[in-house]
């Protein structure tokens, strides 16, 4: 066997980051606190107990009524491959909203199921009309309609009232990717007419990554059951199947994580313990704080963000009529090396900002102030980092003015 490098004996011990970039943010401490808890046997009654009160908490963070209320063990990306390896079949006809990197992964993950899949799209830095939607439904007559609510890589978020009752209208259902939006901008999901709406902790919930909230309908709820096939390991006398396919997936097959989170509590997977402490936590300081006061509370912070970015002279990027209020892009301006003031405000200030994909990479810096972030003080402090790393960089600025801009667009 090779020697062990000495290292990989020292504790865990990383640098105090402020995480300012479009996620994973800081996580609240009492978000870090909960994740240290005891832990439980998974059919303990305070366990199914800490299931039933998350499902009861993410009722009115989805803003739904939707008995189908609870966590998918993974990232963000594992409740959008479950809801939408669960949702689609095969040979099914999907309509994809796309404005943005997510729209993209939407589509990689259709096309591993064998879908067909038929886009409407909008430019990086747009967001697609409703009008434009309602023709492609027509068009197309999709079995599913997936979009994202707030695509990061582009800080665009899409419009989505109204956008259920055309996909219901055309016998389609539609599914939400609100990863980046949940807990900083309003969800809808009821208003919205979604079927399934999916999130992820670590942006505006405030957490670390590794649980994924989901919301689904009674119409997807009936959609998905119609491929329950139970696990032999487990299948009870007098337990059938239905009649649709059977799901692709073990793992993320939403009829069995369902029959899990029911008071069936069918076993599937071992629920990821801490991780649903740490939804749970999250969940109540987002409802302790209150929707609107925390809406209003990102709202702040994003007109802050942008006033600041303004009066340094940079040119925000992307449609102000639809922006997100939790993630700003920023134009790198001509001349100045991006990633090299990355480095610096990383390295001098302990300050992490995000970088771009695809045809914005080296184009665009993303400034997140989302959850536990989205707070006067880190805004100011972020502003007033970028800005000397500009001008150390040699970039002339009016000096102080992203941090006066701000301070005034926190009030106004
Ligand atoms: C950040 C983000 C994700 C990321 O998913 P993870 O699996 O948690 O990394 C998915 N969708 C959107 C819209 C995002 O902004």
Redesign the pocket.
Known sequence: MLPLDPTLFGEIDPPQRLLMG??PVNAHPRVLRAMSADLLGQFDPEMTDYMNQVMALYRPIFGTDNRWTMLID?????A?EASLVSLVTAGDTVLVVNFGR?GL?LQEILARIGAVVVTVDAPWGETVPLDAIAAAIDRVGPKIVAT??????TTMAQPLDGLGDLAHAAGALLYV?????IGGMEMASDRWGADIVTG?L??CLGGP?GS?PITISDRAADHIFARRHVEAGIKAAGMTDGAGPRIGSNYFDLAMIMDYWSEKRLNHHTEATSMLYAARECARIMLGEGLEARYARHARAGRAVTAGLRAMGLTVFGDDAYRMTNVTGVYIPEGVDGERIRTMMREAFEIEIGTAFGPLAGKIWRIGAMGYNAARHKVLITLGALEACLRREGHGLPAGAAVDAAMEAWEG
């Open positions: 479009p996620g993974g990232t963000a990306r594992a959008i997510f992964l994202v609510h707030g695509d990061t890589s990717d609100a990863t980046a939006t992820g670590q942006k990554s994924a």
